[in-house]
């Protein structure tokens, strides 16, 4: 009888001198592993999946380096194999947005129980750091879509409404699903002159953290693996990667490539 899966996520904004010797250390840590690693000299950004033992090695050894204690892991059970195999590349960021820079300071980030509190005032704008298809899917209550189809149409659309929101006064309060898009972004909009929040953890931290997450969140959260869409209690939905790309403008590409994904398993 095969193990059940689990699947984790984990990234961490920090200088790494040899990107390429962290590479070759996370390919034989994750070696019992199928899923995806990217490492640049800004850090490491990661999805995995397998046993509960082999993931809780990995993520047990990986603590083990200096640079990365304290690193994040959300976990989830998995009904659909997510990934086909594993792939740990080297690349020049661990995530495009479009800006230079990462990581933030401690006061930006707010917890999921004071997230529920922020997202309630009348003085803060609820921003969707994703795609578009992926805020159609799922979403906070009220939050805005900047109409993302590419990496570059986040930074346009905070550049185009930042006056707008300093002379109004307002808080951005931004979310994605793991936390790695606003923790991109959010030094660049501070300078910017704008009051910047972020959900510490993303999506998935919130619904890990928060028993009742659907009171805030309406519809699923789209991941980006052969589960397609998890639901507030971090399972997986029916909804298929042909429903999350209808209408979308790269939405037969899109498509293709999780057709892809899915063959390999």
């Known amino acids: 009888m095969a193990l ?8 961490k904004f920090v200088a790494l001198r040899d990107p390429h010797a962290v590479a070759a250390h996370l390919r034989l840590l994750a070696s019992d592993l199928l899923g995806s690693v ?3 000299e800004e850090g490491i950004n990661g999805v995995l999946a397998g046993s509960a033992d082999a993931l809780n090695a990995f993520e047990s050894a990986l603590q083990e ?5 304290g690193i994040a892991f959300k976990r989830s059970a998995c009904k659909t194999p997510p990934f086909a195999r594993l ?18 300071s401690a006061d930006t ?3 999921p129980a004071q997230w529920r509190e922020l997202i309630a005032q009348d003085d803060v704008v609820v921003l969707d750091n994703r795609n578009s298809f992926e805020y159609r899917l799922g979403r906070f209550k009220n939050a805005v879509d900047p109409g993302v189809t590419n990496f570059r149409d986040f930074p346009r659309y905070v550049q185009a409404h ?22 991109k972004t ?6 910017l002159g ?7 953890g993303g999506i998935l931290n919130y619904f890990q953290t928060l028993p009742d997450a659907d009171l805030d969140w309406q519809g699923e959260c789209f991941v980006f693996d052969n589960r397609v869409a998890l639901n507030t209690r971090l399972q997986e939905t029916e909804t298929t990667a042909e429903q999350v790309y209808a209408d979308e403008p790269d939405g037969e590409w899109r498509l293709q490539r999780a057709r892809r994904l899915d063959a390999a398993r």
């Open 4 to 11: 059940p899966t689990f699947h984790i996520s984990f990234y």
């Open 162 to 183: 930042a006056d707008e929101w300093k002379a109004a006064g307002k808080t951005v309060a931004m979310y994605c699903t793991g936390g790695i898009r606003c923790e």
């Open 65 to 69: 380096d200096e640079c990365l204690v």
């Open 38 to 40: 990217l490492v640049a």
């Open 109 to 111: 980030r707010v917890s």
């Open 194 to 200: 704008l009051q910047v929040r972020e959900l510490d």
């Open 87 to 104: 792939k740990v590349h080297v690349k020049p960021e661990i995530v495009s947005v479009g800006v230079e820079g990462g990581g933030t």
């Open 186 to 191: 959010s030094a660049w909009m501070r300078d």
